[in-house]
Structures are given as C-alpha cells and as structure tokens.
C-alpha cells in the first residue's frame, strides 16, 4: 500500500491547486499532517488559485488588420476565456448541473454565463456557495470582445481557438479566428495578422486532436500546422450529403472522434439570394463522422448516450446521464435566445423543443437548483 504522506512536499501544493471545491480541500487536508500544513497558508474565502490564463495586451491602433476589408480590430479588444463546469453534489456524484463563467475584466469577480451564449446571468450574483459540491472542468471556450464593457466578438475573430505556434525551438500561445468576410486570422497578444488565403470563405475552427481544422465555403477541409502553414485535409465533406451550404455546418468533437453537424434551415437558402442579416429558423440537424479509414465523412443516425452542446463559442459533447434531464442522443442550441434541444431519434428526426413549450426537465442540467 502506497504512504501517501511520503509524496514530496513540493508536489502537495500543485496537488491542493487543482482541487475545485471546499470538501475536496478538507478530504485533502485530513490525510495527514503535511498534507494539511501545505494548504494552511490558503485564502480561506477563496482558497482556489485562479487557472492559468493567457493574457493578452489590447490591440495597439497601428497592429490592427486593415488590407481592403470593411472593418477592423478596434483598438482595446482583448482575449475572454470561458469555461464549462461540471456541478455535482459531493454526496450525490452522479449527477449533476453545468455552468459557465468568466471573470469580469472590469471588476475581476466572478460571473456566471448562460452556457449556451456567452451573456451573463441576470441572477448571476457576486459570490456562490459550493462548499457541498465538487466542481469539475469540462470545457474552456475563448473569444476576442472588442471592448470590456460588452460582449461582442470583433469583426476579424468571430470563431476563435486557442493555439501553440511554433517560433524557433519554442512554442507560444495565440489565437485562430474567423473574420467576418471568411478570413483567418492570427493573434499573439502583440502581432496580429491575416493567414494566407487558400480556401474559399472560411465558416467553422477547430482543434481536434491537437491539429487546428477549418472548413470553408466548398465544404473542403483545411489543416493549420503550428508554423501557422494551411494545407488541404485528405476528407472533405460531399455537398451531396448536405444542402451544399456550408454557412450552417460546425465542427464537434466527440469521444476523441471528429463530427460535423449541419444546421437545416426552414428555408432552402439555394431558393432565395444570400443576406447576411436574414436568419431562417431551425428545422431539424444532421451528424455526420469522419471515418479516417474510409477516408471519408458519413452521416451518424445516433449519438447514444451523447448529447452535442452548441454553445455559440464552442462545441462538444457530455454524457446524459451525467447530467440532471439531459437527453440521450440529441443536440442542445440557442435560438432566438431561448435554450432549445433537437433529438435525432435514430435518424428519423424529431421535433425541436424550447423552454418555453415544454416542462423544463430536459433543460434542468442548465439551471442549477442552487442559483
């Protein structure tokens, strides 16, 4: 039997610093002795280190992208980090709820967000008990706001993920984007840059695996490397199999496999001409997987146990039963700023139920009883 009391002393405090809840802390602190000296020093109101965060200097007025596009980087944008949590009561594991916060850069507390968009909560207040829950990390989600006082994305970072660039022997963090006008671009915290153009009008960004995807408007797929070099992707998606509209495709990862899901308006968009500010209502979703050993995407007529989350910042999968009301096999959105959820039924689709029409026990996981 290992003597956990015999671990180096160096290792407890990075050990203390990755726990997320009170209980967690004080099952810590009673191991032994040292262990509990090692989180004697600790803020007892707050006894948590905050995660690492890249932080970001504002975009200087000479640094920002101008070329021949219609818009710019506004000066004071910064990089805003969210994360997805995982709430459970540490009597009851099980199950449990998810949030989602940020910090705010004005005032530096803590703030709850809708998980579904990036909006804080009405009733989201400055401080939140979790003292009989256990907290986990399920997710981050990053986007460049244009200023600190609202929640805008800028017009050169619409999707956005963040990446290690390789300079010299070393690797640095920076940020992906999607630009308005189906550019890629690039941000350091001090360069800001456009990629070379290789795909036709970018819509979708993601790292899976380590490798960065984007998809453009021909439904080819396109590798970003860390030497920030685009090639194209073996796989691509078949405009056969889909509307041949790529605007409502994203990218999904999981159970470390790669998905697309197509967003199916009520209006055909080949049967009427593109507007940027028009939006045609949901009609229904379909899946689809990269097969890497066929070389080739194929539609999915079942997530099983999976539910897709399409938060407007990010996207990725849970496990129902993990969470309180959660549907199996079905996908989570926001429409019309009300919470909605499209079950597959096997491929035979199903209607699309919001809040507002349906009891709210398949939304619980996204209102805790705690708030």
């Known amino acids: 039997m290992v003597d956990w009391s015999n671990l180096p002393e160096e290792l407890l405090p990075l050990i203390a610093a990755r726990l997320f809840s009170v209980v967690e802390l004080k099952r810590f602190s009673s191991i032994c002795k040292s262990w509990q000296y090692s989180v004697s020093g600790l803020n007892k109101n707050y006894p948590f280190p905050s995660r690492p965060i890249i932080h970001f200097n504002p975009i200087a007025p000479s640094e920002t992208i101008l070329h021949n596009h219609v818009y710019r980087c506004d000066p004071g944008a910064f990089l805003s980090r969210a994360a997805f949590f995982r709430v459970t009561l540490s009597s009851s594991p099980t199950k449990g709820w998810m949030i989602k916060s940020d910090v ?22 400055e401080g939140l008990n979790l003292f009989e829950f256990t907290v986990s990390e399920i997710r981050e989600a990053y986007a460049v706001l244009q200023d600190a006082k609202g929640r805008i994305t800028t017009p050169g970072f619409q999707k956005s993920v963040l990446v290690k660039v390789k300079k010299g022997e070393d690797h640095h963090h920076g940020v992906l984007g999607i630009g308005r006008e189906g550019t890629i671009n690039y941000w350091d915290g001090n360069v800001l840059k456009e990629l070379k153009q290789m795909g036709d009008h970018f819509f979708d960004i993601i790292v899976h695996k380590g490798v960065t995807y984007v998809l453009d408007s021909n439904g080819i797929v396109w590798c970003i490397n860390s030497d920030l070099e685009i090639s194209r992707y073996v796989t691509s998606l078949n405009e056969y199999i889909t509307n041949g509209y790529w605007v409502h495709l994203r990218f999904v990862e999981c159970c470390g496999e790669l998905y697309a899901v197509e967003r199916i308006p009520k209006e055909n968009p080949r049967k009427r001409k593109w507007n940027l500010f028009h939006y045609s209502k949901t009609a229904g979703f379909k899946v689809y997987k990269m097969d890497e050993e066929l070389g080739k995407w194929i539609e999915v007529k079942t997530l099983g146990d999976n539910a897709f989350v399409m938060a407007t910042d990010t996207c990725f999968s849970v496990l129902a039963h993990e969470f309180y009301g959660c549907l199996p096999n079905s ?14 039924d096997n491929g035979n689709g199903s209607s699309i139920t919001s809040k507002s029409e349906s009891s709210e026990s398949s939304f619980q996981m996204f209102f805790p009883s705690f708030l």
């Open 331 to 344: 996908i989570y959105f926001i429409e019309d700023l009300q919470p909605k959820v499209f079950q597959l």
């Open 104 to 125: 705010d850069i004005n005032s530096g507390k803590f703030r709850l967000l809708n998980p579904l968009s990036r909006f804080p909560l009405r009733h989201s207040s």
